[in-house]
């Protein structure tokens, strides 16, 4: 799908459809299309061409930031469930060795 979306300019990788590369690899595979290659590589193939003809529209621009969104339900946990946050801190020692 990489290769294939990098053989046209300015095609975001994004748009590349998973579910149509899985089902076009399937159908070769069931058909058994392909299974002596010539000694020319192509990159983009079958599987690259069906992604490429049915390009997925463009990703929306995100209008609110990421969040984990709040469990909804009208019952209470069975245990108490600790939500506060914590720090976290991270230290790095470097070990050299010693010279001889």
């Known amino acids: 799908m990489a290769d294939a ?18 089902n ?5 595979v069931i058909q058994a ?8 590589i192509d990159l983009v193939g079958t599987i ?3 992604v490429l003809a049915d390009l997925m529209p463009d990703r929306r621009i995100r209008t609110r930031p ?7 339900s009208e019952y209470n946990a069975k245990d108490t469930v600790d939500r506060t946050s914590y720090k976290a801190t991270i230290s790095i020692n470097i070990l050299t060795t010693p010279d001889p």
Not at 5 to 22: M, N
Not at 66 to 72: D, F, G, H, L, M
Request: net charge positive; glycine share 4%.
């Open 5 to 22: 979306t990098e053989t046209r300019p300015h095609v975001d990788p994004d748009r590349a459809s998973f579910t149509i590369a899985l």
């Open 24 to 28: 076009t690899a399937r159908d070769l």
């Open 33 to 40: 299309a392909g299974v002596i290659a010539d000694t020319v």
């Open 48 to 50: 690259g061409r069906r």
């Open 66 to 72: 990421r969040v984990v969104k709040r469990a909804i």
